[in-house]
């Protein structure tokens, strides 16, 4: 019998597979800390009807603080129905105190990133940001049409350095691949001098590689894609940036769909929305080393479904059934606070705690 001959990449899978199959995955809990939406148009929060799909930008000055990035859109004025919706654009809104459950009012002059440019003219949606050295790279959805009019959505990048609450100080570097028509969702992982991840887009988790988190390439792998059998069976699309456990791996959380039989009062609208994990090696961010069973978070209170069982909250939900997450903070070791969205419409606020053993 020939000796089994063993190359170093194969020895290295080897390595790989088996640290994998042994990696016992920590518990996790997921908690409300407030029962009403922390930023919403019916309390009064804001000028623009729905505020969601927040990124939350970190102050430099004063690391208590947070700044939240809002995804801000109204009706258009010729709506017939609370669906009839105008373009998105992201606006600032900041915490006013310590319990991060209460922010600046929104207006329109706290529209960081506008409808200003051909290719987000029909909006500009779900920023997720991060803070390196000192300038902050915002990544979020650029709108427009094509020629035929069909929509497009592009993964676009802006960054500042100074002074950034005010619009004037931020620089549109536009689509990062301006030759792939669809393309959205991008969380930016800056795991050492060498190697930098953007894991994005919906459907699939797609991975891109960067030097210089300006110019990036495309691979052909996926870190994440939907599985028939469990509740991301419709959907899979990025979180916000992955963060570190104690244990040294990154903790990513995307968001995920699945086809619902929950009545609502959206035409046509049959998905729902949850939250799941993946837990991806602190040395290798491209190997998941563990995935979420089950959902760690769920549409529950009436402003998180806004179904037909919700109350006043049925008329109110843009997309029913959702909750969806785009910022978090870490406060502690395997301590987190997420910032996540009701029904296309609020913002709420949770924390996420990791138990090891
Ligand atoms: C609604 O109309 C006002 C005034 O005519 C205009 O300034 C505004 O841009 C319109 N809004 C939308 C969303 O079309
Ligand atoms: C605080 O930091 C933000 C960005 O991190 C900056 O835009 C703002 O101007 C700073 N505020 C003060 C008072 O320095
Ligand atoms: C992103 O997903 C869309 C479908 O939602 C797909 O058409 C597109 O090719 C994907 N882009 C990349 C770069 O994988
Ligand atoms: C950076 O990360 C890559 C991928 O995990 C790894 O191969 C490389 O050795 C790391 N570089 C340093 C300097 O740690």
Redesign the pocket.
Known sequence: MAPLKLNTSSLLLIIFISYSLSYVPPRMEMKRLSNIPIISSWDSNSDFLYNYNSALMP???DSNAVALLVRVQSLRNDSKTIYDVGPSKIALSRSIDNTYLKYTHISQQDILIDNDQEYQSIGTEDPRIVLFGNTYYLLYTALSSDSQGIWRAQLALATCEL???SKLNWKYYGPIFPNVFWSKSGSLLVHNETHRYLFFNDSNIAIALTKDLIHYDLSSSFLLKTRPDHFDSALVEAGPQPLKLSDNNYLFLYNSARHTTIPNLKPNWNLQYNLGWAILNGDDPTQVLARSEQPIFSPELDWERCDTQSGEWANRGLTPLVIFIEGWKKTDENRFLVWYQGCDSTMGLAELRVYFS
């Open positions: 102050t430099v000055n002074n950034c609450f």
